[in-house]
């Protein structure tokens, strides 16, 4: 690699080989790694500025080049997130657009930008997921970081106070992508951020009052420049800044911030705006919506989230919003079998670890599919059933040396004993 050389005075003159101005003419000399020769600060603008005023193709293939995914398109990011999360087809694909055009713009700064737009400046565009509890929200930005190789901090909003409060200050969220970054800081800064259950920090009421909303419309006052780009001061161990105590400094500018939330009690206000009557001649009537037999989240707009109490400002701060849709029977039952981590599979895995198979019927699935949309929790509550039916078979199967098959039996998601099938061999 080429090296910068600082000269001292000596009896045997440097010049620079290209322009041929000496070495006190010039603030910067490079020198050739195997050669004596040199360039000067001077001659290396000027050989930049005539690259990108006579080479314009050099330039739009400098433009196309894309550190960290040269081997990613939207549509296999998109098929890299349907390997793990089921349906939700629309917020994969808003997802795979945004986080591509997010890492494109980053390195459209790294290098020589495409004829005609170099004075153009592409804004960051934060992500919003909507959805009940249990959808994958939260999986879909583990599975972006997976596939993308880049830190992911999870932080969770409910616990955020205004700043010289009881609990964790915005900053907090920084000191988790950083220590998920082993503090690599250049990393953590194109990390991505996943800030679950946004909807907590709504303003908590529209009435005027003495007291300060230091959990909701606060945490949004300064939420604001960390969404947008700034640099903050980050503790290095984490917890509340002090005076006098070290800060490591974050550019917040390249960071993707990805917020998802339930969202309880926003379909009824979409509901609502959708159902108003206009009056007058030539009115738009909008058609009727059955809230039972359609997703309401699909049709939110910036006033809903207006009225459901979230600022103008933190409302612009999240310019795209992806609504996640409740899970059919059908996608529950996909959610137990098909994807790469689905939980029939991680248990299977577990019961083969002691060397036995497991299998379950169709009859136990379905029954515990309508457990799981009893209890209103979507996916999330699929993993408790599941653990409530093989906890019994579980604890006495490392004891059971002849086990050779366990099978659960729609009975046996009731509360009855799963089918064990001995080893007969062993057994003898």
């Known amino acids: 690699m080429p090296s910068e050389q600082k000269f001292e005075p000596t009896d045997r003159p440097v010049y620079c080989t290209f322009c041929g101005r000496a070495a006190e003419e010039v603030q910067t000399l490079i020198s050739a790694p195997f050669a004596s020769a040199f360039i000067c600060d001077i001659c290396t603008a000027n050989h930049i500025d005539l690259l990108r005023a006579h080479l314009p193709q050099f330039a739009k293939k400098k433009a196309t080049r894309r550190s960290g995914l040269t081997t990613f398109t939207p549509r296999s990011i998109e098929r890299a997130l349907s390997e793990h999360v089921i349906e939700q087809d629309r917020a994969k694909k808003i997802l795979a ?6 890492y494109k713009r980053i390195d459209a700064e790294t290098v020589i930008g495409v004829e005609g737009f170099e004075d153009t400046e592409i804004e960051k565009s934060n992500i919003l997921l909507l959805g009940p509890t249990g959808t994958g929200k939260t999986l879909l930005a583990q599975t972006l970081a997976k596939i993308l190789d880049v830190p992911l901090a999870i932080a969770d909003a409910t616990t955020l106070t205004e700043a010289g409060y009881v609990g964790d200050d915005v900053e907090s969220i920084l000191s988790s992508l950083l220590q998920a970054a082993d503090f690599d800081v250049a990393r953590a800064e194109r990390g991505i951020v996943y800030l679950d259950e946004v909807d907590k920090i709504s303003r908590k009421s529209d009435s005027a009052s ?7 419309e606060g945490v949004q006052q300064g939420l604001l420049k960390l969404l947008e780009g700034t640099i903050a001061g980050v503790p290095p161990k984490g917890g509340r800044k002090h005076p006098e105590q070290p800060l490591i400094h974050i550019n917040t500018k390249h960071i993707l911030f990805i917020g998802g939330g339930a969202f309880d009690g926003l379909d009824k206000i979409i509901l609502k705006r959708l159902h108003q009557s206009p009056i007058g001649f030539g009115a738009n009537i909008p058609s009727r919506v059955d809230e039972k037999a359609v997703d309401l989240f699909q049709y939110v707009e910036p006033e809903d989230l207006l009225k459901y109490g979230f600022i103008p400002e933190l ?19 996909r959610v137990l079998t098909e994807p790469r981590n689905a939980l029939v599979k991680q248990f299977r895995k577990l019961f083969a670890m002691e060397g036995v198979e497991l299998e379950f019927e169709r009859g136990a699935l379905e029954l515990m599919i309508d457990k799981a949309i009893e209890r209103g929790s979507g996916a999330r509550s699929l993993r408790s059933l599941m653990e409530e039916t093989l906890m019994d078979v579980m604890f ?7 086990a050779e098959k366990v099978i659960i039996t729609r009975d046996a998601v009731a509360g009855g004993e799963p089918t064990i099938i001995l080893n007969e061999r062993l057994a003898a």
């Open 210 to 216: 003495i007291t300060r909303d230091v959990s909701g």
């Open 97 to 102: 657009v945004s986080v591509y055009n997010h």
């Open 315 to 333: 409302i612009g701060r999240f310019p795209v919003l992806a609504a996640l849709n409740g899970l059919s029977r059908e996608a529950l039952l």
């Open 396 to 402: 006495q199967l490392p004891e059971n040396q002849h």
